[in-house]
């Protein structure tokens, strides 16, 4: 009986971190979307609004969903007084605070890494012409997670269940 409860566990387990992934592959284009629409009304808070960059991250960080919600906010209070900190480094740290919590490759970091260096150094036009690439590698990233989601999903959660049962049967 031990054992039969034992078994159970560990194929639950397995199934359990199978679906952990999967949900990772699903979280992935949403995320990016989020991301995408985010630095979308960035771009108009800097060309249309002339709102200064700690304020429009502020504004964007209110309007968006977690876990992007908070690297805005932490964005925005990073540039803000008493920090003071330049946008680069203000983005850099709140991308070690709270890109882990998203589904975000290294890509999408690297690309937000060199937009950070451009905003608030340059005049209006410019970086709405970064934004505009960033947003265009974005966009590309998105597609790419969309077809990785429809390739691996339901792949990780079958290979979740099958490791585990593997697992049972070499052990027992």
Do not use: W
Request: one cysteine or more; proline letters at 4%; aromatic letters at 6%.
């Amino acid at each position: 009986m031990l054992k039969l409860l034992g078994a159970v566990l560990i194929i639950l387990a397995g199934t359990l971190a199978g679906f952990k992934r999967a949900a990772q592959y699903a979280d992935r284009p949403r995320h990016l979307r989020g991301l995408i629409a985010a630095l979308q009304r960035l771009e108009t808070e800097i060309l249309y609004g002339y709102t200064p960059l700690p304020e429009a991250l502020h504004r964007i960080g209110q309007q968006t969903k977690e876990p992007l919600r908070a690297f805005f906010l932490t964005a925005a209070e990073e540039m803000s007084p008493p920090h003071n900190r330049s946008a680069e480094e203000a983005v850099q740290r709140a991308m070690e605070a709270h890109f882990g919590s998203a589904s975000l490759k290294g890509n999408e970091r690297e690309i937000m890494r060199q937009l950070s260096c451009t905003l608030g150094t340059s005049d209006r036009p410019n970086q709405s012409t970064h934004i505009a690439l960033a947003l265009q590698q974005l966009k590309q990233e998105e597609t790419a997670a969309r077809e990785d989601q429809g390739k691996y999903e339901k792949v990780s959660k079958s290979l979740g269940l099958l490791l585990g049962a593997l697992i049972v049967i070499l052990i027992f």
